[in-house]
């Protein structure tokens, strides 16, 4: 059978359709709650596809991923603080248009705008991973293992306020991949004479405790304290809420530049949604005639925000099918979940599973339609999540941890590794360390390792083809320049500070 | 010293202890292992020298710059506006959290899934109080019994039982 029936047929079998359905509602919620991640919601829900088929698990954990952002923006303009990090510039103009009776209105904008970013991302992913991907199969040993030392340097250098934090929170997840039988030889290394390590870390109570009970135990430093609802949706004038055609065309053309801000972002690894939605809420603002509005409640603000971020969840998507390289901390999941379920992303599933390739494109779209569908009609009972009190969700949330981590390979250490990475991953929060570096260099180092091996026995031990080769040279030469630029803005950033810090201190 | 000078103090110390103790004895293994390779080969203490090189020196980086240092100029602003008892208890808090989640995961084995569940939601809402003890004791006794529901009927994975029972 053609592919791409057979993944229409596998997204529209009952149990698979109901699934990305539940993963979408869930994704909402989750999204909502201030405090429950993107990241957690698709980090917790991994041990449970490991039990599934290959689509069914796709769909579950595209279906969080894609709700779970526009999640965000609920809590964003109702609270005042956002659901995830990717919302965050969504509190600028949305929180204002709530306290002026229009949250409804607000939140169909965010819902409008990120379906238009989340459908032009799928589009971009659709045009440019096989491309990529058609490029990439030329690659060697060489070229792979250049091509991901770049990815190295790249999310440690952009994905952090701190280029050299970033580098270190990639070096430890170097470190950490380490750990297990070597590749090549079979060498044990750092297993302590346990078989359990045998097999190396494994990455499922890695992801959880970094994500989820680290976030647990920074909510935990706080008490499990609650937010106050501020806004009440019931009390608004239906009219003023409406949604017109002159509100759409008035934010159509900075939804349009927000979502290639968005897509141009999320295919760059390591960066993500967050920067992406601060990124294009600036430049919705510098490229307006009129800016007075923005800042006390402009639609204009909450669409550029919302496309941005949505705009990166298919984006992020074509470095991980294309190149096996992570876009963000989501994918790096998705693409662990991938290979626990025997599929290696990289260039070679467009040849060997397109049945996969399409499948995401399928959840990827499907879920964005049901997420439009679910977030106009259900905004009101969204809302209502935001009363959940955390410290009721918060332990119950722990809990699913040590059972997540458990079930994985029924072994305790994996618990253990859970609860390890929870405490190193509440000391990144705390010390300004950023996350998704350590995840995806964790995840890209096997195939380094192996790439840089196999490069250096054929050369017997010369770094000679790395520098005669154009594409390790290209991304040597581009490496850097980053580097460089990174330092220098750094550097900018220091010598400015001072002088900004004793204004505030005047004032 | 301001906790990201700590923190890369604390992975500084940890990189060398890795580079001089744990690395080298992966080639022992190695020789006492694999031997007699009649070709060329990177050997598999390349990358862990590598990646624990690339710790010592961004930990090192993140210890002495001026860019943490600033911050530590900072966060002493900071302290003269922020209650420093309430930080303190607020660090407790979570420290105290992450303890009751490693005796939780110990006391799985001897008590089994549900009965440590039950016993650490608990004492986790004896100390957070919540806000009605009703719904806590809803929550203590129908979450782990859902969650092991779940996993034994729909997905067939037995959590442990204990060895008590």
Not at chain 1, 226 to 233: N, W
Not at chain 1, 467 to 478: E, K, Q, R, Y
Not at chain 2, 11 to 16: G, R
Not at chain 2, 71 to 89: H, Y
Request: proline share 6%; aromatic share 10%; hydrophobic share 55%.
């Amino acid at each position: 059978m053609d592919p791409m029936l057979q993944a229409f047929y596998g997204l529209v079998e009952p149990i698979t359709f109901l699934t990305l359905l539940l993963s979408v509602i869930i994704g909402l919620i989750i999204g909502a709650i201030p405090g429950l991640s993107v990241n957690i919601a698709v980090a917790l829900a991994v041990p449970l596809t490991i039990f599934m088929p290959t689509s069914q698990a796709l769909v579950t954990l595209i279906g969080l991923y894609g709700a779970g952002v526009f999640g965000g923006s609920i809590s964003a303009i109702l609270l005042n603080a956002p659901g995830t990090p990717a919302s965050a510039a969504t509190i600028f103009d949305g929180f204002p248009l709530a306290n002026q009776g229009l949250a409804t209105k607000a939140l169909r904008i965010a819902l409008v705008a990120s379906v238009f970013g989340a459908v032009f991302s799928i589009i971009v992913l659709m045009l440019l991973a096989p491309q990529l991907a058609n490029f990439a199969l030329r690659f060697g040993p060489i070229e792979i293992a250049s091509l991901l030392f770049f990815t190295f340097l790249i999310i440690g250098v952009l994905s952090g306020g701190s280029m050299l934090k970033g580098l270190l929170s990639a070096s430890i997840g170097m470190v950490l991949a380490m750990v297990g039988s070597d590749p090549m030889l079979g060498t044990p290394r750092f297993t302590f004479g346990s078989i359990s390590l045998m097999d190396g870390l494994t990455y499922v109570p890695l992801l959880v405790g970094l994500f989820a009970l680290a976030e647990i135990i920074d909510e935990g430093t706080r008490g499990f304290s609650r937010l106050k609802q501020k806004i009440d949706l019931r009390r608004e004038d239906t009219k003023a809420n409406h949604v017109s055609l002159v509100d759409l065309r008035h934010i159509s053309f900075p939804m349009l530049r927000a979502s290639s801000i968005g897509s141009s972002i999320g295919i760059l690894p390591g960066i993500g949604a967050t920067i992406a939605s601060f990124i294009a809420y600036a430049d919705v603002k510098r490229s307006s005639r009129d800016t007075s509005k923005f800042g006390k409640g402009d639609i204009r603000g909450v669409a550029a925000s919302e496309s941005a971020n949505n705009a990166v969840v298919g984006a992020t998507f074509v470095p991980t099918l294309a190149l096996g390289i992570p876009g963000d901390a989501v994918t790096a999941i998705l693409l662990g979940a991938l290979i626990l379920q025997g599929v290696t992303p990289g260039p070679l599933i467009f040849v060997n599973s397109p049945d996969i390739v399409y499948t995401i494109y399928f959840a990827l779209l499907a879920s964005t339609l049901l997420m439009a569908v679910f977030g106009y009609f259900a905004v009101r009972p969204l809302s209502k999540t935001l009363h959940i009190p955390k410290v009721y969700l918060m332990p119950c949330v722990a809990l699913i941890c040590v059972a997540g981590s458990y079930v994985a390979r029924n072994n305790i250490i994996d618990v253990y590794v859970m609860l390890g990475a929870g405490v190193l991953g509440f000391v990144f929060n705390r010390t300004a360390v950023p996350v998704a570096p350590l995840l995806i260099t964790f995840i890209i180092t096997p195939p380094f390792e192996q790439a840089l091996r196999q490069a250096l026995t054929r050369s017997e031990g010369s770094f000679i083809p790395f520098l005669t080769n154009p594409v390790s040279l290209t991304l040597l030469v581009a490496a850097v320049l980053l580097l460089a630029l990174s330092f220098r803005r750094e550097r900018r950033e220091r010598h400015s500070t001072p002088s900004k810090n004793k204004r505030g201190i005047d004032k | 010293m301001d906790k990201a000078r700590l923190l890369g103090a604390c992975f500084f110390v940890a990189s060398i202890l890795f580079l001089l103790v744990l690395v080298p004895q992966i080639d022992a293994n190695r020789a006492s292992g694999v031997s007699g390779l009649s070709f060329y080969s990177v050997g598999p203490s390349a990358l862990p020298y590598f990646s624990g090189a690339l710790v010592l020196l961004f930990s090192f980086a993140v210890m002495v710059s001026p860019e943490t240092v600033k911050q530590t100029s900072l966060d002493e602003e900071d302290s003269e506006i922020t209650d420093v008892a309430e930080q303190s208890a607020s660090t407790w808090r979570g420290g105290l959290f992450a303890v009751l989640m490693f005796i939780y995961s110990m006391s799985m084995f001897t008590l089994g899934f549900q009965l440590a569940s039950i016993a650490f939601l608990a004492v986790v809402f004896a100390i957070y109080r919540p806000g009605s003890w009703k719904i806590a004791l809803a929550v203590t006794l129908l979450v782990p019994f859902s969650v092991d529901l779940l996993l034994r009927e729909a997905f067939r994975i037995p959590l442990p039982s204990g060895i008590l029972f």
